[in-house]
């Protein structure tokens, strides 16, 4: 699976901080924070910082990524430390024997979860896709879903007198660029922050509400079958603390949040 081409956006004005999640002789994995790119591209010339180089930095040798995630998306980013080790891994996310999670603040409640099986035409980028075939069909996307808690807050953000969220556990089990964002948006949940596929009211409510502007999607746990032990592989993140923030302005305490992480860190 290759990397997609991200869209330029405001350049980040100081280094932010990474943190390694796992590390051996051929893998590292980091905490890839929310605004940073994976690694350069021309659609973000005045960017200065990417997580490749980053990262390339922290550990000492040259890394090579093997999966995206989108810049405003958080959370478990994988390198390997060899082509021939990325290659292995890459093999793996095309076979689809990768288990990716993900932590998403929604519109609206949700009380039940399921399988979403809607097929997605592929985005294309004016500049750097524009001889590709503009037609082509929808490719299958899978997403599983599943809620964890709900809120609602007796503060208007539209024609009602209260707002609704949800707190869900996203499982892609394909790799369409954008594919939860997409998804959540098709079932009317839209991810709270998403300024291409969101609800745009509902962003500068909760901007405004929390004064926190990000994407509330976190890539948390991350499955894999190590290439050289052939053991599996399983790493995990925390939320940042905007997120626990968030929690706290939706009245979520603590007994709520220890069985909604628990349920989303240990799930198969």
Known sequence: MSCSVENEETALSEAPQINILYEDEYLVAIHKPAGLLVHKTYLARRERYFAMQM????????????????????????????????????????????????????????????????????????????????????????????????????????????????????????????????????????????????????????REYTGINRLWLLAQKLSVTHPVSGEPLTIVTEPEPEWEQVFTALGWGASELSTSDALLVTGA
């Not at 090579?64 to 998306?73: A, I, S």
């Not at 556990?169 to 098709?186: A, E, F, I, N, S």
């Open 55 to 206: 990262t390339r930095d922290l550990v000492g040798c040259h890394v090579f990524p093997v999966h995206r995630l989108d810049r405003p998306t958080s959370g478990v980013l994988l390198f390997a430390k060899s082509s021939q080790i990325a290659h292995q891994i890459c093999m793996q996310f095309e076979a689809r024997q990768v288990s990716k999670y993900y932590l998403a603040l929604v519109r609206g409640n949700v009380f039940d979860g399921g399988l979403l099986d809607y097929p997605l035409k592929e985005e294309l980028d004016e500049v750097a896709d524009k001889m590709a075939n503009q037609e082509r069909e929808a490719q299958s996307a899978i997403t599983r879903f599943e809620p964890l808690l709900n809120a609602e807050i007796p503060v208007p953000s539209g024609r009602y007198q209260t707002s609704r969220f949800a707190l869900l556990r996203l499982q892609p089990l394909t790799g369409r660029k954008h594919q939860l964002r997409r998804h959540m948006d098709h079932l009317r949940h839209p991810i709270i922050g998403d300024t291409a596929h969101g609800d745009g009211k509902q962003n500068r409510f909760f």
